[in-house]
């Protein structure tokens, strides 16, 4: 039962960055991997991020060397660097945990990459 709250979406201008937050309340965050997803029309919700407790990253491949996953188990926030972006990056944006009590998705956060 953990309740996930994004933040730091909106519009931004081709190789612009962007920030988003995902704070999460209810649970003991650091037994939980979290994840960031995008959704984009017209195609299955896709893994950009996944950071496990442990600290191991992956990254899906359209973004390495662009994105950056980190986490905050302090202040049980995730977070998700963006940099470079490009209109191929226009999309929604869901955090998502993963625990010992199972699973939640965050609200999503309208990301759009366009002059």
């Known amino acids: 039962q953990v309740q996930l709250v994004e933040s730091g979406g909106g519009l931004v201008q081709p190789g612009g960055s962007m920030r988003l937050s995902c704070a999460a309340s209810?649970?003991?965050?650091?037994?939980?991997?979290m994840a960031w997803y995008r959704q984009t029309p017209g195609k299955p919700r896709e893994l950009v991020a996944r950071?496990?407790?442990?600290?191991?990253?992956d990254y899906t491949d359209s973004v390495k060397g662009r994105f950056t996953i980190s986490r905050d188990n302090a202040k049980n926030t995730v977070y998700l660097q963006m940099n470079s972006l490009k209109p191929e990056d226009t999309a929604v944006y869901y955090c998502?945990?993963?625990?010992?009590?199972?699973?939640?998705w965050g609200q999503g956060t309208q990301v759009t990459v366009s002059s």
């Open positions: 998502n945990a993963r625990g010992p009590e199972g699973g939640s």
């Open positions: 209810g649970s003991i965050f650091s037994t939980y991997a």
């Open positions: 950071i496990f407790t442990g600290g191991s990253i």
